[in-house]
């Protein structure tokens, strides 16, 4: 079983449609604490590190053979947990095919405490020189946050569009992959729940 820890409910159907059509028979459990992500923006990701090691704890003792991180902004403290069995974070497939694209990349964000962490992030995979630039979008957050994910989504697409002498665009947020659909760029949009999630079946596979 792998178990995911997300900081909003929204992120469990589009998880569960990408086991679906991608992981058929993969058992998933959910964990939500939305507390995490403001408490992170507010005090730092570290202050809410007893937090996440607890819910990982609970996600362990139930029988969690992996635990997927879903969320950017605490998904550093969650993978530096150690709790038995791997913990990963959804962002790090995204940003290795980040740098396999160029040394040259833009980080959208709606939330700002995701800056920081994926950027490091990005560097941490990065074998040579990279020029990250960082874009922070907080009109659209507000629109994620009234309901609207249509508009919050378009918002995105529309930053996404205007972004130009790059390698890649990296969506910092798994909430922000559905603007994917609307980008008219050609230059290469990456999300992170479906790499993540591979990488999470492939953490709980059988192996031999």
Do not use: K
């Amino acid at each position: 079983m792998l178990a995911l820890l997300h900081t909003s409910p929204l992120h469990i159907p589009v998880f569960d449609a990408l086991r679906d059509e991608a992981h058929p028979g993969l058992e998933l459990r959910h964990f939500v604490a939305e507390d995490l992500l403001t408490r992170a923006g507010t005090d730092g990701p570290a202050s809410v590190a007893g937090d996440v090691r607890a819910l990982l704890d609970e996600a362990v003792a139930g029988g969690a053979a992996a635990v997927l991180c879903t969320c950017s902004s605490i998904g550093a403290v969650a993978e530096a947990t150690d709790v038995g069995v791997p913990v990963l974070r959804v962002d790090r497939p995204m940003a290795a095919a980040a740098v396999a694209a160029g040394p040259r990349i833009v980080v959208l964000a709606t939330v700002r405490s995701t800056l920081a962490p994926t950027v490091a992030l990005i560097e941490e995979e990065a074998t040579g020189p990279v020029e990250i630039r960082t874009l922070q979008l907080d009109d659209a957050w507000a629109l994620f946050e009234a309901g609207d994910t249509e508009g919050y989504a378009r918002a995105i697409a529309g930053a996404a569009d205007e972004v130009t002498d790059v390698d890649a665009i990296v969506l910092a947020q798994a909430s922000m992959t559905p603007a994917r659909r609307w980008t008219t760029t050609t230059i290469p949009v990456l999300s992170s729940p479906r790499p993540g999630l591979a990488a999470g079946a492939a953490a709980v596979r059988p192996t031999g």
